[in-house]
């Protein structure tokens, strides 16, 4: 009898439309990476992804009801967006194929923002890299990622988001060409970063994090790995010494040096100035500043010792003291006669003056005696 009036009463409050209580739905939009450090795609699956009828296209039909949350890689944001004005990507010949615009992108996030207003939007680290992965080889870097990917995703959204925060760790390896790069790329842009805060040195450090992606396909983390080591190296190489081959002819000189660079922002550097031999030695230089887009010719004070060749190496250092791209090493053909060699030479000349002065009043005095 109980159990009947139980069952009553709780189809009773069905009827009336009592409140259920609602499910949670968690939505997440990630991908790995298909595109290059240079912009270029590797193929056209993302563009099909949001596309009606792909993996994302039909998200926003029927997104869930209840209390949503959204996960979101900045990265995969940044990257559907990039496609709506026109892309190029390599078709499975490895040809360029340009799409002039693609519409549905920018529908597509035009929708993404219109349901998810109201709701819970977390971000997730940028380019989902292997969490497990930075957390033990570079968990500095890790904090750095999660911030620049809070930001990201707010600028993106219009909106406040939450910051990524304790997910379960995929313990699966990125790929090995990714493993084997990461840490010297993230080193040198680092470095780079610490000199230059434009959004393109900070877009390579967040970049190299979507190579450490565990669902990346080998072939794609080899092409994606390689795009971005070849754009590091030339970043780093946006703030350089220019090279000269001199010749010497005076003991002492100030040998003329130019610092270039490249980069839309101002640039603060030491140079650090070592020789291959002791025929030269070089006075210090002050701290550099050269201005965005623009070179700065400085003087390197020299004093000769001896004569022959040698070679300088200079070295570009960020005011913390962190090396900046390869060493320049000029090559110096010393030309100049030392004072000693001097004093010497002229020594000898006033020996032989003298001996021939002698010798001269010597045979006066013999043909004065024969007469």
């Known amino acids: 009898m109980r159990r009947l009036l139980s069952v009553f009463i709780a189809a009773l409050f069905v009827v009336i439309g009592m409140p259920a209580v609602q499910a949670n739905t968690l939505i997440t939009l990630s991908a790995p990476s298909t595109r290059l450090a240079d912009g270029r795609f590797i193929n056209n699956d993302l563009a099909l992804s949001v596309s009606p009828g792909g993996e994302f296209g039909g998200l926003f039909v029927n997104p869930g009801r209840g209390v949503r949350t959204w996960l979101i890689d900045p ?5 559907v967006l990039d496609l709506a004005d026109g892309y190029v990507y390599l078709d ?9 615009s693609f519409d549905i992108a ?12 109201g709701d819970r939007v977390v971000s997730l680290t ?7 992965y930075l957390k033990r080889y570079a968990p500095g870097e890790l904090g750095v990622y999660n911030r620049l990917s809070k930001e990201r995703l707010q600028t993106l959204m219009g909106r406040e988001v939450l910051p990524p925060g304790a997910t379960v760790l995929d313990t699966r390896n990125p790929a ?11 080193k040198v842009i680092r470095v780079v970063n610490d000199l230059v805060t434009t959004p393109d040195v900070e877009s390579l450090r967040l970049g190299i994090a979507k190579t450490l992606n565990p669902k990346l396909e080998n072939d794609d983390a080899v092409a994606i790995t390689r795009s971005y080591f070849a754009a590091i190296e030339a970043a780093q190489n946006k703030i350089r010494v220019s090279p000269g081959n001199y010749t010497i002819t005076t003991a002492a000189y100030d040998l003329p040096v130019t610092v270039i660079n490249d980069f839309a922002q101002e640039v603060s550097v030491d140079l650090d100035i070592t020789t291959t031999n002791s025929r030269v030695i070089t006075g210090a230089v002050p701290r550099i500043t050269v201005p965005a887009n623009s070179q700065t010719q400085i003087k390197v004070p020299l004093e000769v ?3 022959g060749e040698t070679v300088l190496r200079l070295q570009l250092l960020t005011p913390k003291g962190s090396a900046v791209g390869e060493i320049e090493r000029i090559p110096l053909r010393l030309a100049v006669i030392s004072p000693i060699t001097t004093w010497f030479t002229t020594g000898m000349a006033i020996i032989l003056l003298l001996a021939a002065v002698i010798q001269s009043v010597r045979r006066v005095r013999r043909r004065k005696q024969s007469e």
């Open 75 to 79: 990265a995969f944001i940044e990257e």
């Open 305 to 307: 010792i001896a004569s």
């Open 92 to 100: 499975s010949e490895g040809e360029e194929v340009a799409v002039e």
């Open 176 to 186: 090995l060409v990714a493993r084997n790069s990461y840490t010297p790329m993230r």
């Open 126 to 132: 940028y380019g989902a890299p292997s969490l497990s």
């Open 106 to 117: 920018q529908q597509w996030f035009n929708l993404l923002v219109l349901r998810s207003r």
